[in-house]
C-alpha cells in the first residue's frame, strides 16, 4: 500500500495535472450542499409555520389542509432512503433534462429531502420557544405575523441553529452519493483519479481528509455564532 | 367601560367560567380572588381576548369586542396586560422591550418612543438598566419592567395575573408599590393575587370566584370584615389566617 509513496502521489496529484480534479469535484459538493440547504431552509421554514400555525388555528380549513400536504411530503421523504429519492428525481422526474443539468438535479433533490428535516428542526425550535411570549406580544397588540417574525423567531434560531448546523454537515456528507447520477463530485473524482492510476490509497484518504477538514471548519465557524447569539443570555 | 355578559369559557369538558357577568367603570380597580383553578386567569384573559369566550359577549368602551369582526389588536393596544411570568422578550435589551410594540405598530417614532422609555425608566429607578437584558435583572425588577412595557402603550386599562406569585417575598413590595402608585393616578386596573392586603388597602371593588362564577362582589372592607358567601368565610378564614 505504501510502495512507492511519492510514485503514487506524484500520480494522484501531479500527473496531468489531476489536482485540480479534486477541487472541481469539491466545488461541486459545495454547490450542491450549499443549494440545497437553501432550498431546504426556506422550504422547511414554510413547512414548520404552516404546521405551528395550523395547531395555533385549528379551526381554520385551509390551514388543516396544507398541514395534511405537509404530513404527506413529510411522511414519504424521511420514510424513503436518500439513495432512491435521487435516483427517482434523476431517472424518473427529471428524466427529459440532459446530463448537463445533473448538479441542478442534485440540488433540488437534496434540497426537497432537507426541507423535510430542516422542517423538524426549525417547528421544534418555535415550540420550544415559552408560550408566555406569544401571549406577551399578542398582548401588546402585536399581530401574529409581527409576533412570530420579531419575538418568536428570533428566540427560536437559538435552538434551531445547532441542529440545523449537523444538518448542514450530514447534508455536505451525504453528498458524496450523487456520483450515480454523473455528478463529478469530490467522492466521484477521487474514484475516478483511482480509476487511472490503479491506486486508491492517496485518492481516497486525500477525499476523506478535504471532506473532514471542511466539517471541522463548518463546527467552528457554527459554534462561533451560537455563542454570538447567546450574548443576551449572560448575566 | 367594559361590560362582561353571561361569559361563559369551556376547554373540551373542564368548565373554566359558568356565566359571568360583570360591569367596571372608568378608574376602578377590581381585584378578583378565589381558589386555584376557579377560572381567575381565564376570566381575565378573556377581557382581552387571549382566550375566546364560548358564548356571551364582552363590551369594551362601547365596542362589542367578542364579535368575529372586531380587530383584536387594536383592541388589546389599549389594554395592558401583566403576566405571572413577567414575559420579557429575552433576546430584546430593556428598552427594546419597552419600545418594541409602540414602535412596530406605528405608534410613535423610535426616537418618541425612546424618550418615553427613558421617562418610565426614570420613573421606577431602574434608567441605568436600559441597555440590559431580561436576564440580568431580579424578578422584582423584570416584572416592573413588564408593567412599563404594559405602560408604554398609554393603555386605558391594565390586566394583571398574579403579578407577584412568581416573586421572592422581598421583592413583593416593589411591585406592589408600582401598581399602587398606577392606582392613585387613576388607571382602571383589574388585578388577580393573592395579596389580601393589597387588595384591602387598593381595590375599590373585591370579586370572589369560585368554580367559574363570582360569588361575592363587594367594596373591600365588606368583602373583608362583612362577606356574605359562605365560601368566601372559608377562603378568607384559611388566607387571612
Ligand atoms: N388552555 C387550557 N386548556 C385546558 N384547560 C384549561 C386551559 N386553561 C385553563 N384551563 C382549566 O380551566 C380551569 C380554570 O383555570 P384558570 O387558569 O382560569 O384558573 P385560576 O383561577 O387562574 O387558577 P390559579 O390560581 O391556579 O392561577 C382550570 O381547571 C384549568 O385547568
Ligand atoms: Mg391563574
Redesign the interface.
Known amino acids: 500500500m505504501f510502495d512507492d509513496l511519492p510514485g503514487q502521489l506524484y500520480a494522484a496529484l501531479i500527473k496531468e495535472d489531476r489536482w485540480k480534479l479534486y477541487i472541481e469535484g469539491l466545488g461541486n459538493t459545495m454547490i450542491i450542499a450549499i443549494g440545497a440547504v437553501v432550498i431546504g431552509l426556506v422550504l422547511g421554514t414554510v413547512i414548520a409555520l404552516i404546521k405551528v400555525n395550523a395547531n395555533l388555528n385549528k379551526k381554520n380549513v385551509f390551514l388543516k389542509f396544507l398541514d395534511v400536504i405537509c404530513d404527506i411530503y413529510l411522511t414519504v421523504i424521511r420514510g424513503t432512503p436518500m439513495m432512491v429519492q435521487i435516483l427517482i428525481g434523476f431517472n424518473i422526474i427529471f428524466a427529459a433534462l440532459s446530463f448537463d443539468y445533473s448538479v441542478l438535479v442534485a440540488i433540488i433533490c437534496f434540497g426537497i429531502n432537507s426541507g423535510a428535516y430542516v422542517a423538524e428542526i426549525v417547528r421544534s425550535g418555535i415550540q420550544a420557544v415559552?408560550r408566555?411570549?406569544l401571549?406577551?406580544?399578542?398582548?401588546?397588540?402585536?399581530?401574529n405575523s409581527?409576533t412570530m417574525s420579531?419575538?418568536i423567531l428570533?428566540?427560536a434560531i437559538?435552538n434551531i441553529l445547532p441542529a440545523l448546523g449537523n444538518e448542514l454537515i450530514v447534508l455536505f456528507k451525504e453528498t458524496a452519493i450523487v456520483g450515480y447520477i454523473a455528478v463529478q463530485d469530490l467522492t466521484k473524482m477521487a474514484t475516478l483519479i483511482q480509476s487511472r492510476t490503479y491506486q486508491p490509497f492517496v485518492p481516497l484518504i486525500l477525499s476523506a481528509l478535504i471532506y473532514l477538514s471542511i466539517v471541522m471548519l463548518m463546527s467552528w465557524g457554527l459554534r462561533g455564532l451560537e455563542r454570538r447569539l447567546n450574548k443576551?443570555?449572560?448575566? | 367601560m367594559i361590560d362582561v355578559k353571561s361569559v361563559v369559557k369551556h376547554f373540551g369538558d373542564i368548565h373554566a367560567l359558568n356565566g359571568v357577568s360583570l360591569h367596571i367603570k372608568k378608574g376602578e380597580k377590581v381585584v378578583i380572588v378565589g381558589p386555584s383553578g376557579c377560572g381567575k386567569s381565564t376570566f381575565l384573559r378573556c377581557l382581552?381576548l387571549?382566550e375566546t369566550p364560548t358564548s356571551g359577549e364582552v363590551w369594551f368602551e362601547g365596542e362589542c369586542i367578542t364579535d368575529p369582526r372586531c380587530n383584536v389588536?387594536?383592541?388589546?393596544?389599549r389594554?395592558?396586560?401583566v403576566?405571572q411570568?413577567f414575559?420579557?422578550?429575552?433576546?430584546?435589551t430593556i428598552l427594546q422591550n419597552i419600545t418594541?410594540?409602540p414602535v412596530?405598530?406605528k405608534l410613535m417614532t423610535q426616537e418618541e418612543a425612546d424618550k418615553r422609555a427613558i421617562e418610565l425608566l426614570a420613573r421606577i429607578g431602574l434608567s441605568e438598566k436600559a441597555d440590559a437584558?431580561?436576564?440580568?435583572l431580579s424578578g422584582g425588577q423584570q416584572q416592573r419592567i413588564?408593567i412599563v412595557?404594559?405602560l408604554a402603550?398609554n393603555p386605558d386599562v391594565m390586566l394583571f395575573d398574579e403579578p407577584t406569585s412568581a416573586l421572592d417575598p422581598e421583592m413583593v413590595g416593589e411591585v406592589l408599590e408600582l401598581m399602587k402608585e398606577l392606582a392613585d393616578e387613576g388607571m382602571t386596573m383589574v388585578v388577580v393575587t393573592h395579596e389580601m392586603g393589597f387588595a384591602r388597602e387598593v381595590a375599590t371593588r373585591c370579586l370572589f370566584m369560585a368554580d367559574g362564577q363570582v360569588l361575592e362582589d363587594a367594596p373591600p372592607t365588606e368583602f373583608f370584615y362583612r362577606p356574605k358567601n359562605d365560601r368566601l368565610k372559608d377562603f378568607l378564614a384559611k388566607v387571612l389566617v
Open positions: 415559552n408566555g411570549q401571549e406577551a406580544g399578542r398582548s401588546l397588540g402585536l399581530s409581527q420579531l419575538i428570533p428566540q437559538k443576551s443570555d449572560r448575566r | 382581552n387571549l389588536n387594536k383592541l388589546r393596544m389594554m395592558g396586560m403576566f411570568q414575559n420579557l422578550f429575552p433576546h430584546k418594541l410594540a412596530t405598530l437584558y431580561p436576564a440580568q413588564a412595557r404594559a402603550m
